[in-house]
């Protein structure tokens, strides 16, 4: 039988994109995931169990339903007690809503609130499977220019103003990772958090904060959440146990004012999240959320320092710096402008370390002298190791 042929039907979204087979380079920088040595999976498994042991025929009944639209209701309580006392939201388990992972959230927010054609504000280097979604949906991306402690208040007005200047609307929505950005891994002070929410209210522009880094600070107290410093509704809030745990898992979560979740909801397709996973996030974290937590930001802490140790050796005297975040899972790193370290990225990764170039993270297309590093993966030998690697690749290759 000769095959079929699907050319004349495809949809005009779908492209003839590669499968994404994720390519591990020997030290692997490139990478978005936490500690892999701690992740607990006996911790997980015990708590399952004890959800099943607690009641057997509740939760056999629950596995044999598809899942409430909004997943679990004890999962989603845990969550919304754990968000209103360390992040100080206040929230209940009726508005909260479990996602198939944060990814999923973002999503159903771009799609409850931007038509194609529409804008949204992002950070000037901002995690890019958002600005993917958007750009999925057909919104323009705009990257308001930040510093090293995020974005700068100021810029975010005459970013909004360019806009309505040049477009003749205003931007739907301000996406923000404020807390241990991916990729730059800053962190934005109060006073900022508060010149913006005003700056929104302004213009009536709702924040979407995504503050899936959170639980993964190492030094110092988090700053207070954008959803902590306005109660109009303004602001909706994305958390994730990706990082706090692990992706596998695939479950994050938004809440937010029930109007916004219930358009939120009204685009989403099919049933709540893995019921499985949120039985075992949920018996796991309810005894070991701080463990969890210090196992997590000790080993980060000293992945972290491993990774500036082979940095201050591997590029002293150089005209390299890189950021010191007291959280999250990366570095910032950057060189002088001219250099180019997305055009040797891939020769770079054959000789065996991988990092992302900051041009992949620009929706306006700058940052080709800059990329993440990500510490948070590899061993912590290994984060030095990869650096004094990086630094005689970069020196072959007349980077430095
Ligand atoms: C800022 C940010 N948001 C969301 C996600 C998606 O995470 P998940 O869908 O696993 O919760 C990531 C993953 O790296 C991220 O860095």
């Given at each position: 039988m000769s095959s079929f042929n699907f050319d004349s039907l495809w949809s005009e979204k779908s492209t003839d994109a590669d499968r994404l087979i994720t390519l591990h380079a020997k030290y692997d920088f490139a990478v978005a995931y936490p500690p892999f040595e701690e992740v607990p999976m006996y911790g997980l498994i015990d708590g399952l169990k004890s959800k099943v042991d607690a009641n057997l025929e509740k939760v056999a009944k629950e596995m044999a339903y598809y899942p409430h639209?909004?997943?679990?209701?004890?999962?989603?309580?845990?969550?919304?007690?754990k968000i209103a006392s360390d992040r100080g939201i206040k929230t209940d388990k009726d508005s909260l809503v479990l996602c198939n992972g944060s990814g999923e959230a973002n999503g159903l927010i771009i799609q409850a609130l931007c038509d194609p054609g529409d804008y949204v504000i992002t950070e000037q280097f901002v995690y890019m499977g958002t600005t993917k979604q958007l750009s999925y949906y057909n919104v323009n991306t705009i990257g308001s220019p930040m510093?090293?402690?995020?974005?700068i208040p100021e810029k975010f007005e005459e970013t909004i103003n360019k806009i309505k200047n040049d477009h003749g609307v205003l931007p739907k929505m301000l996406y923000t990772i404020p807390e241990h950005q991916?990729?730059?891994?800053?962190?934005?002070?109060?006073s900022r958090r508060l010149q913006i929410i005003d700056i929104c209210h302004k213009y009536g522009i709702p924040i979407l904060e995504d503050d899936c880094y959170v639980d993964n600070r190492f030094e110092g107290e988090a700053e207070p959440a954008f959803?902590?410093?306005?109660?109009?509704?303004?602001?909706?809030?994305?958390?994730?146990?990706?990082?706090?745990?692990?992706p596998g898992l695939r479950l994050g979560f938004f809440t937010a004012s029930n109007e916004v979740i219930d358009r939120a909801l009204s685009v989403k397709v099919g049933s709540g999240p893995n019921q499985f996973a949120a039985y075992a996030i949920d018996g796991y974290l309810r005894s070991n959320l701080e463990q969890q937590k210090s196992n997590y930001d000790k080993i980060l802490k000293e992945k972290k320092e491993s990774m500036e140790k082979g940095l201050e050796e591997a590029f002293a005297g150089t005209k390299a710096s890189w950021s010191s975040p007291l959280g999250g899972c990366y570095t910032w790193f950057e060189m002088t402008d001219g250099?180019?370290?997305?055009e040797v990225r891939d020769e770079v990764f054959?000789?065996?370390?991988?990092?992302?170039?900051g041009d992949m993270f620009a929706p306006n297309g700058d940052g080709q002298n800059m990329a993440r590093l990500c510490f948070a993966f590899e061993p912590i030998e290994k984060n030095y190791e990869g650096i004094i690697e990086l630094g005689s690749i970069f020196k072959d290759l007349n980077v430095i």
């Open positions: 639209v909004q997943g679990d209701e004890s999962l989603r309580e845990f969550t919304a007690n510093d090293d402690q995020g974005l991916n990729p730059t891994g800053s962190t934005l002070p109060k959803a902590s410093l306005d109660d109009s509704g303004m602001v909706i809030y994305v958390g994730s146990f990706s990082k706090l745990i692990a250099t180019n370290l997305a054959d000789r065996g370390v991988g990092y992302i170039a």
